[in-house]
């Protein structure tokens, strides 16, 4: 019952900027860490960066810089400001969120359908 919705992805040239945001709806109790995970063509699934519910965050050293991930916990709501974008930054971006759901007894990860992101130089 629980989802993730994610938005803002499209094409945009080298230098320039997008926001992502991802929405999480259902019968939902919490949501604890939550984070970012881009997939560029031909390669694996790497993590771009997470948020605590304490509002602690980590980035990887390819976006460190440059992205900013934050969150509406009113909203439960995940944003990825994403700034001086490079053509490496181009990939499928997944929200990710460890979410307490009503009536269950521990988290469980949920996955974003995935956005599409590309950069042309």
């Known amino acids: 019952q629980v989802q993730l919705v994610e938005s803002g992805g499209g094409l945009v040239q080298a230098g320039g900027s997008l926001r992502l945001s991802c929405a999480a709806s259902g019968s939902i109790l919490n949501i604890n860490l939550m984070g970012w995970y881009r997939q560029p063509p031909g390669k694996q699934r790497e993590l771009v960066a997470t948020i605590t519910s304490g509002d602690s965050t980590h980035y990887a050293d390819s976006v460190k810089g440059r992205f900013t991930i934050s969150r509406d916990n009113a909203q439960n709501t995940l944003y990825l400001q994403m700034k001086s974008l490079k053509p490496d930054d181009t990939a499928v971006y997944y929200c990710?969120?460890?979410?307490?759901?009503?009536?269950?007894?521990?988290?469980?990860?949920?996955w974003g359908q995935g956005t599409q992101v590309t950069v042309s130089s």
């Open positions: 990710n969120a460890r979410i307490r759901q009503m009536g269950w007894g521990s988290d469980y990860t949920y």
